[in-house]
């Protein structure tokens, strides 16, 4: 139990489009979902939380106009990378959390997407 | 600013040796505590969580609180080569704040 995917699991884009990146929760229902960036050598940097139905709460530093996320249902949330350019090339990676589910309500991590953009 | 902290290693343990990693936080009230696993180039997967005083055993793995010296650990025993990966401390309750990480090296 607890599965969560994402998809694609890497992507290559240019300079100044624009890439969704799709997190799922396979077997429950997310009441929250977390998006992580991690670039070489370093470790995850949250960037926002997300409540399903509600807008996302973005950390300082992170443009909540260029990095869009949606949790428009409680097994689906999406982050958009606007105008993306080679600096938003990283490692990102979502979380779930629900009440209940774990002993300490952890979160259950997605295997990431790679994105390159060129 | 609420801070986790690792020494970066690398660790480096012959195999079937114990390896012990090491976590200290600065917020005094956290309450969760998580180890994660991360292979290079995969996403985290959890391997122990903690929450109160004292030892936690699951399996080779046992994690270590100390809320007082503000202190969590992973000791691996019969330390393996597939070990090896870069294993993050991991603090708080709604949020988690991650540590930078240790690499660990088990050599064969």
């Known amino acids: 139990g607890a599965v969560v995917s994402q998809h694609p699991s890497w992507v290559i884009c240019k300079s100044g489009t624009s890439v969704k990146i799709e997190c799922r929760s396979l077997d429950f229902q997310a009441t929250t979902m977390f998006w992580y960036r991690q670039f070489p050598k370093q470790s995850l940097m949250l960037m926002a939380t997300?409540?399903?139905?509600?807008?996302?709460?973005?950390e300082q530093g992170v443009e909540k106009d260029k990095f869009l996320i949606n949790h428009a249902s409680l097994t689906l949330s999406t982050l958009t990378v606007t105008s993306a350019h080679p600096e938003d090339s990283s490692f990102y990676i979502c979380?779930?959390?629900?009440?209940?589910?774990?002993?300490?309500?952890?979160?259950?991590f997605g295997p990431g997407t790679r994105l390159t953009v060129l | 600013q609420k801070e986790v902290e690792q020494n970066s290693g690398p660790l480096s343990v012959p195999e079937g040796a114990i390896a012990s990693l090491n976590c200290t936080y600065s917020?005094?009230?956290?309450?969760?505590f998580f180890w994660y696993r991360q292979y290079s180039g995969k996403s985290p997967e959890l391997i122990m969580s903690i929450y109160s005083n004292g030892d936690k055993e699951d399996g080779r793995f046992t994690a270590q609180l100390n809320k007082a010296s503000q202190y969590v650990s992973l000791l691996i025993r019969d330390s393996q080569p597939s070990d090896s990966a870069t294993y993050l401390c991991?603090?708080?309750?709604?949020?988690?704040?991650f540590g930078q990480g240790t690499e660990l090296s088990v050599k064969p």
């Open positions: 997300s409540n399903e139905g509600s807008k996302a709460t973005y």
């Open positions: 979380s779930a959390r629900a009440p209940g589910l774990g002993i300490h309500n952890e979160q259950f």
């Open positions: 991991a603090v708080g309750g709604g949020k988690l704040i």
């Open positions: 917020d005094r009230g956290s309450q969760s």
